[in-house]
């Protein structure tokens, strides 16, 4: 199974900001790579998908870059609805399909 | 568009089976493009995928919880089930059902159903 990090687990910062959010696989997972946004007692909405392409709908200001084990997803400049949770994903290997623990975005 | 709803008991006693439905509307389950998945969240952690199945009843599962898990499909429902036997609390968590891509063309899960919280308690 691929192993999934994320880091940091929290990110402290202003609207306005610019975050940067990583993800580490245990093993290369090529540019098979999702990233979701969780906000509290909803579903993950997917972001992007194959590490760099925004999901329909998706704000220009979200981009993913990486490709093997090194990720990174970057929100250009926070607005208020970005504060919320982050998860990586690989499907390059599966089942299963492996989640990342998470990147909370707070507001600083 | 298309929407997916969970449906089933929000408590299940421990060792019993947890069953879960999801009805899928705005399209059609039989799509030669796409698996149709579960995933849980347990009460304030992270995300594990339970597995997925195919229109035809093809199926993938987690193999941590493969001995445990049944899945199927009713086309003519536009639904499909999740069976998880001998449950425990460390079943307890958010159930979500959700569309993902084929094993030639993954894109992560594009679309998710609310969620449904299934405790496990006496």
């Known amino acids: 199974e691929i192993v999934m990090t994320q880091s940091p687990a929290t990110l402290s910062l202003s609207p306005g900001e610019r975050a940067t959010l990583s993800c580490r696989a245990s093993?290369?997972?090529?540019?098979?790579l999702a990233w979701y946004q969780q906000k509290v007692g909803q579903a993950p909405r997917l972001l992007i998908y194959d590490a760099s392409t925004r999901a329909t709908g998706i704000p220009a200001r979200f981009s993913g870059s990486g490709s093997g084990t090194e990720f990174t997803l970057t929100i250009s400049s926070l607005q208020s609805e970005d504060f919320a949770l982050y998860y990586c994903q690989q499907y390059h290997n599966w089942p299963p399909f492996t989640f990342g623990g998470g990147t909370k975005v707070e507001i600083k | 568009q298309l929407q997916l709803q969970e449906s089933g008991p929000g408590l299940v006693k421990p060792s019993e089976t947890l069953s879960l439905t999801c009805t899928v509307s705005?399209?059609?389950?039989?799509?030669?493009?796409?698996?149709w998945g579960w995933v849980r969240q347990p009460p304030g952690k992270g995300l594990e995928s339970i597995g997925s199945?195919?229109?035809?009843?093809?199926?993938y599962y987690n193999p941590s919880l493969k001995s445990r898990v049944t899945m199927s499909v009713d086309t003519s429902k536009n639904q499909f089930s999740l069976k998880l036997t001998s449950v425990t609390a460390a079943d307890t968590a958010v159930y979500y059902c959700?569309?993902?891509?084929?094993?030639?063309?993954?894109?992560?899960?594009?679309?998710w159903g609310q969620g449904t919280l299934v405790t496990v308690s006496s």
């Open positions: 093993q290369s997972v090529s540019s098979s």
């Open positions: 705005g399209g059609s389950i039989i799509s030669t493009n796409h698996y």
């Open positions: 959700a569309r993902h891509g084929t094993p030639w063309v993954t894109t992560g899960f594009d679309c």
């Open positions: 199945v195919y229109y035809s009843g093809s199926t």
